[in-house]
């Protein structure tokens, strides 16, 4: 399909990938939606999503209601997205990760519907935290569904799919994987708008990926070593595994799963090296490689050592 007059609904970083892949493959971007702007940093001062320091870089039209809903909490923001949607005319609207619920006025409105790129293959994961949930469930891959979106999460027909293997990555490093796959995915469903076989989802297989919440990171030591590592692999880098120790909270970042050594309560450090922190788990051990204290940064465990003396028989909490 020749060029394309494209809405683009989005936040994050992931969206913001796609969003210039779009534009770099010569399309018209005449409407941005992003989330409002949120406090961040240690100053707490408003900042612009990923997306729209994009569109407004690139000098795109910006709205930024609270919700496209027109009977909801806000009419009177999403009258004002109803309008810019409507004087911008798109052909399709492209989603990546917005984080608002579309209507059904908004997925009736562009003459090619809205597509959406989602980082799962559905209908594995459908809903908030797909690459989180994935890397944490020790699933061996996962990948991009290209999707015609209806009115339930994350159940319209796929029209592209395509897996990649997880290997031992975090959700860092799949996170920007997946982010330059769901990219080139998009340009060659644009590419092919109208000749794609749309393939309902099956049945079978459905899962939901929660939206991962602070409290979730807090290590158990009696689970499975594999389980604690494909944890803190999977809160990596939000909101990061912790664990209290002498009346601090840790984070750690980095290990993988060792023998368990002489028997000992789970959270028991056996050993301590600046190879890593050996800690008892469940069934096993895990080695810490890379650890946090409040306030400092993410350090190998040599260097993290040289500021905290660790020694076996302390437990994590």
């Known amino acids: 399909m020749s060029r394309l007059k494209i809405a683009f609904a989005g936040t994050p970083e992931f969206a913001r990938v796609a969003l210039e892949a779009i534009a770099?493959?010569?399309?018209?971007?005449?409407?941005?939606?992003?989330?409002?702007?949120?406090?961040?940093?240690?100053?707490?001062?408003?900042?612009?999503?990923?997306?729209?320091?994009?569109?407004?870089?690139?000098g795109w039209p910006v709205a930024q209601p609270r919700s496209l809903r027109l009977d909801g909490k806000y009419p009177d923001e999403a009258a004002t997205g109803r309008d810019a949607l409507l004087q911008a005319q798109p052909d399709v609207m492209v989603v990546?990760?917005?984080?608002?619920?579309?209507?059904?006025?908004v997925l009736d409105l562009p003459v090619h519907g809205c597509l959406n790129i989602h980082a799962s293959l559905l209908p594995r994961w459908r809903g908030a935290a797909p690459i989180h949930r994935a890397i944490e469930a020790g699933d061996a891959e996962t990948g991009i569904t290209i999707m015609q979106m209806d009115a339930g999460l994350d159940t319209g027909d796929m029209l592209?799919?395509?897996?990649?293997?997880?290997?031992?990555d975090n959700t860092a490093r799949l996170h920007d994987r997946l982010?330059?796959?769901?990219?080139?995915?998009?340009?060659?469903?644009?590419?092919?708008?109208g000749g794609l076989t749309c393939t309902p989802q099956p049945a079978e297989g459905v899962t939901y990926a929660n939206k991962v919440e602070k409290h979730e990171a807090l290590i158990d030591w009696a689970q499975p070593a594999d389980a604690i590592v494909r944890r803190i692999r999977a809160f990596d880098p939000f909101p990061g595994a912790n664990s209290p120790l002498d009346g601090e909270t840790i984070k750690l970042w980095t290990a993988h799963a060792v023998p368990a050594?002489?028997?000992?309560?789970?959270?028991?450090?056996?050993?301590?090296?600046?190879?890593?922190?050996?800690v008892v788990a469940g069934d096993s051990g895990v080695l810490l490689t890379e650890l946090q204290r409040p306030g400092g940064k993410r350090l190998p465990v040599a260097d993290f050592l040289r500021g905290f003396d660790l020694k076996p028989g302390q437990a994590f909490g």
């Open 24 to 58: 770099a493959a010569g399309h018209d971007i005449v409407l941005v939606l992003s989330q409002p702007d949120r406090p961040a940093g240690r100053g707490m001062k408003l900042q612009a999503s990923p997306v729209k320091q994009c569109a407004v870089a690139n």
């Open 96 to 105: 990546a990760a917005y984080g608002l619920i579309l209507p059904q006025w």
């Open 160 to 168: 592209l799919r395509e897996a990649v293997d997880i290997g031992s």
């Open 179 to 193: 982010a330059e796959l769901g990219g080139r995915m998009i340009v060659e469903a644009l590419a092919n708008l």
């Open 261 to 278: 050594g002489a028997p000992a309560a789970p959270g028991t450090i056996l050993a301590v090296d600046d190879t890593g922190v050996a």
